[in-house]
């Protein structure tokens, strides 16, 4: 580790203070607990949280000094879900625990040919998008979900 490599042991779901910079990541990059990861300006950042958490977008990374790195959904691959029903289309997305970003008049979920393929059976209309991901977190708390315990 160089002297130049910044280190962040906190995380706080958002800002307290204006951003020092930012780190731009994808759904599943925000899922971590230890990784070295560059910000936009090119500094290098060792995150070693004390355990694996989510990083929300709008969340921050705080540094030893005090300093907050904004945490930025990055642009990926989704599909982007709409039809008649849309609730219904929801309701087999989330069986097949598939993370959703749920909108008034549209759904956004990670590109899956199988969900694709299933979701064109029930009648809805897909179409592949590049789009920041923020799906909703899970029922019992904050953050993602894990399979079936509760």
């Known amino acids: 580790m160089t002297d130049t ?7 706080h ?3 307290h203070h204006a951003a020092a910079d930012e780190i731009a990541l994808g759904y599943d990059a925000r899922f971590l607990r230890r990784k070295m990861l560059t910000t936009a ?7 070693d949280l004390p355990q694996t958490t989510s990083l929300d977008h709008g969340g ?4 030893q000094d005090g300093a907050e790195i904004e945490i930025i959904a990055a642009p990926e691959d989704l599909l982007e879900v709409t039809g008649d029903d849309l609730p219904r ?9 598939t993370p ?12 899956d040919h199988v969900i694709r393929d299933m979701l064109g059976k029930i009648g809805a209309q897909v179409r592949e998008v590049t789009e920041p991901f923020t799906p909703e977190g899970g029922a ?5 979900t894990h399979g079936h315990s509760h």
């Open 100 to 111: 959703c970003q749920i909108e008034a008049g549209r759904l956004l979920i990670q590109r």
């Open 5 to 11: 490599c910044l280190v962040a042991r906190h995380y």
């Open 60 to 63: 921050a990374l705080v540094l």
């Open 140 to 144: 019992y708390g904050h953050g993602r």
């Open 89 to 97: 289309i929801a309701w087999h997305i989330g069986n097949r625990h």
């Open 41 to 47: 300006s090119g500094k290098s950042v060792l995150v």
């Open 13 to 15: 779901p958002h800002l």
